[in-house]
């Protein structure tokens, strides 16, 4: 058995949750899943970041403390992954006291080593990103991802020595090519660090909303190096050691591609200063666009999206949970942009989920009935569905490995499209009840109870819902993967039960 940490980036909580949020925390929910499918030990953390100018700012427009305007902002991402099923094992807030302890103790270990100094930085700031920015890095004096005016800032601040750690990050990524995947993102980052690295700003005077600086009353930590360490706190950095041994070296962070320079060469060099490795992993993701645009909640603050109108909570009630699940994760290669649209989620709900997974589950619940009494009967070992079957287990199971949900689930819709072939050829529902209808439903049912295991991860309540209408008991997570996805498991003269669609066809207009 291994270990298996993943964590999502912690959202800010200066608006609601929206789809794009939603895209990320259900790929590392799925990928939690997995790995505890696959018999790891296994940690899911998500949560919301709540200092910095931005949440200072959306709490006086709306009247309230920040405090107060995190507490409810962060329920609602809370309210929103119940929606979802995500199944985390923590859910860290940065104003929660463990976070405040971990904060202060990682970063004066690197002040103590000597990567923390003081000076006045005057420069191009963005409150959108809580970011500076040089004048190239800048278009026209605009922010290059939010497009808005930037505003040039002079205080006193705490620098971390960022410059030191240029040889030490190329050195690291030379030795661990699979540190950032996709291959694309790690030269990125790669490139970035080649470039030269300048020393970053770590702390404020001019904002109050932070974590205090423990050997300067007058900074809070700036709200990005706060935010990293979350990822440490949720495992008892400062607190347990021996938690953070067990957890780091297992440890998977799963994010967009926009904060890749704060979790690819800030962080990273961050860790070495306090004395401790690097995260071992970083996935990228791309962005769901929207005719082209990336969501954004600045977007949506200026009339050009809606993003209340594709809220996660909203896609559940139109389309369902496990729907909305196996959209995210198989119409985009986890890395790549992907276009978001409803007529998409649609097509794939009707092709996929309704005309293949869906009708297959009913007509062989259907002929199990008629043609056999309700009982459903063994699956043959020398079954022709058997090397599509070993097929689709072998290459589900090295996709999940390889962050690839949409390559996982098209191996096994590959099993399934094989099943549906395999029922049109022999045509049990035009047989005579006997040892021949028997045999093609017993392999027909033994294809299904693999595939109710396979997807798993990405649609947990339909799966246990097709685990109950083939007659069995328990779930298809009750043993581990090993155990339960080989051929020949299905036990036969269990009561197999019909019932309604699993997926009911949706108009196109939905």
């Known amino acids: 058995m291994g270990r298996f940490y993943i964590?999502?980036?912690?959202?800010?909580?200066?608006?609601?949750?929206?789809?794009?949020?939603?895209?990320?925390?259900?790929?590392?929910?799925?990928?939690?899943?997995?790995?505890?499918?696959?018999?790891?030990?296994?940690?899911?953390?998500?949560?919301?970041?709540?200092?910095?100018?931005?949440?200072?700012?959306?709490?006086?427009?709306?009247?309230?403390?920040?405090?107060?305007?995190?507490?409810?902002?962060?329920?609602?991402?809370?309210?929103?992954?119940?929606?979802?099923?995500?199944?985390?094992?923590?859910?860290?807030?940065?104003?929660?006291?463990?976070?405040?302890?971990?904060?202060?103790?990682?970063?004066?270990?690197?002040?103590?080593?000597?990567?923390?100094?003081?000076?006045?930085?005057?420069?191009?700031?963005?409150?959108?990103?809580?970011?500076?920015?040089?004048?190239?890095?800048?278009?026209?004096?605009?922010?290059?991802?939010?497009?808005?005016?930037?505003?040039?800032?002079?205080?006193?601040?705490?620098?971390?020595?960022?410059?030191?750690?240029?040889?030490?990050?190329?050195?690291?990524?030379?030795?661990?090519?699979?540190?950032?995947?996709?291959?694309?993102?790690?030269?990125?980052?790669?490139?970035?660090?080649?470039?030269?690295?300048?020393?970053?700003?770590?702390?404020?005077?001019?904002?109050a909303w932070g974590v205090p600086v423990p050997w300067d009353e007058n900074h809070v930590f700036y709200v990005w190096y706060d935010a990293l360490i979350n990822y440490l706190t949720a495992i008892g950095y400062g607190r347990d050691d021996d938690e953070v041994a067990k957890w780091w070296p297992n440890s998977h962070h799963l994010i967009g591609k926009e904060i890749i320079r704060f979790h690819c060469v800030w962080w990273p060099a961050m860790c070495m200063a306090a004395g401790l490795e690097p995260v071992s992993h970083v996935q990228v993701h791309g962005w769901l666009l929207i005719g082209g645009q990336k969501l954004s909640k600045t977007m949506a603050a200026e009339g050009e999206l809606r993003l209340s109108d594709i809220a996660p909570v909203m896609l559940t009630n139109l389309f369902g949970v496990d729907p909305i699940r196996y959209y995210l994760l198989r119409e985009t290669s986890l890395g790549n942009d992907g276009e978001f649209s409803l007529e998409g989620i649609t097509q794939r709900y009707n092709t996929d989920l309704a005309n293949n997974l869906g009708n297959l589950v009913a007509r062989v619940t259907a002929v199990v009935n008629s043609k056999c009494a309700g009982a459903g009967p063994a699956p043959r070992p020398d079954s022709a569905l058997r090397a599509d079957a070993e097929r689709a287990i072998?290459?589900?199971?090295?996709?999940?490995?390889?962050?690839?949900?949409?390559?996982?689930?098209?191996?096994?819709?590959?099993?399934?499209?094989?099943?549906?072939?395999?029922?049109?050829?022999?045509?049990?529902?035009?047989?005579?009840?006997?040892?021949?209808?028997?045999?093609?439903?017993?392999?027909?049912?033994?294809?299904i109870r693999l595939v109710a295991i396979l997807t798993t991860p990405a649609m947990p309540r339909v799966c246990e819902e097709i685990w109950r209408r083939i007659g069995l008991g328990g779930s298809p997570c009750e043993s581990t993967f090993d155990q339960s996805a080989t051929w020949g498991q299905y036990p036969g003269g269990v009561t197999v039960h019909r019932g309604d669609p699993l997926f009911p066809r949706i108009k196109s207009d939905a």
């Open 394 to 447: 072998h290459e589900t199971a090295e996709a999940w490995s390889d962050f690839a949900p949409q390559r996982a689930l098209e191996a096994t819709w590959g099993l399934i499209g094989a099943t549906n072939a395999y029922l049109e050829l022999h045509a049990p529902w035009k047989m005579e009840p006997g040892p021949e209808v028997d045999a093609v439903l017993g392999d027909a049912l033994e294809a």
């Open 7 to 207: 964590t999502t980036p912690i959202y800010y909580v200066n608006d609601a949750p929206h789809v794009g949020h939603a895209y990320c925390t259900v790929n590392a929910d799925a990928m939690a899943r997995w790995h505890r499918l696959i018999g790891d030990e296994t940690k899911f953390l998500t949560g919301t970041d709540e200092h910095g100018q931005k949440v200072a700012d959306a709490a006086a427009k709306h009247d309230m403390s920040a405090r107060d305007w995190t507490d409810r902002t962060s329920a609602r991402f809370q309210e929103a992954w119940d929606a979802l099923d995500i199944s985390y094992d923590d859910f860290i807030r940065t104003t929660e006291p463990r976070h405040y302890e971990s904060v202060q103790k990682f970063l004066t270990a690197i002040y103590e080593n000597g990567y923390i100094y003081k000076d006045v930085y005057k420069g191009l700031y963005c409150v959108s990103c809580e970011d500076y920015f040089t004048p190239e890095a800048s278009v026209g004096g605009n922010c290059p991802i939010h497009g808005r005016p930037l505003i040039e800032m002079e205080e006193e601040n705490w620098f971390f020595r960022l410059s030191a750690f240029e040889d030490r990050l190329l050195e690291h990524y030379a030795e661990h090519p699979s540190f950032v995947t996709p291959e694309t993102k790690r030269n990125e980052a790669y490139s970035f660090i080649k470039g030269g690295l300048r020393d970053i700003s770590i702390t404020r005077t001019s904002i």
